[in-house]
């Protein structure tokens, strides 16, 4: 392109500009200081550090869980207003989710004959503890060929 017909063609509009004040936040009342609702939010705010520390504690209790693995998932169960704990002991089919929030495996047991499977999201607070019993090693993300699968896995105990 030339100058000349730079100059002929027809010049993009301008956008126009909002004043800022109908973009700026309106301010959030504070509660006063020797309020009732002060104290609740200066305890609220005490709080977090500490679930959040406790949540890192838990994640950190957790063994390294690989599909293979036979676990024993002790899990709280709750009875009208007793709590018992369950073990289920099975192994780990697969585990799916990036976070540790929103992480969950699959678990496989064989009772009286009978496949049974449940999932078991790891942040949930009705999960006590997990032992790793034994490890086998697998070259599959997910294990379901498992399900159909009729010889055992070659697996070595943990001490």
């Not at 009772?111 to 049974?116: A, L, T």
Request: charged residues 40%; without cysteine.
């Amino acid at each position: 392109m030339t100058e000349d017909t730079k100059k002929d063609m027809p010049k993009a509009p301008e956008k126009a500009e909002k004043p800022a004040d109908d973009k700026a936040e309106k301010p959030v009342a504070q509660p006063a200081e020797g309020s009732a609702e002060a104290k609740v939010a200066a305890e609220v705010k005490a709080e977090a550090p500490k679930e959040a520390a406790k949540k890192a504690e838990e994640t950190a209790k957790m063994p390294d869980l690989r599909p293979g693995f036979t676990i024993k998932v002790h899990q709280k169960i709750a009875e009208g207003e007793k709590e018992r704990i369950q073990i289920f002991e099975g192994i780990i089919l697969s585990i799916r989710g990036k976070k540790d929030h929103e992480r969950m495996m699959t678990v496989r047991k064989i009772s009286h004959g009978v496949g049974v499977e449940k999932i078991f999201p790891l942040a949930s607070p009705t999960i006590e503890k997990i032992e790793v019993v034994k490890t086998a090693k697998v070259r599959r993300a997910k294990l379901y060929y498992l399900r159909d699968y009729a010889k055992r896995l070659k697996e070595t105990f943990v001490k």
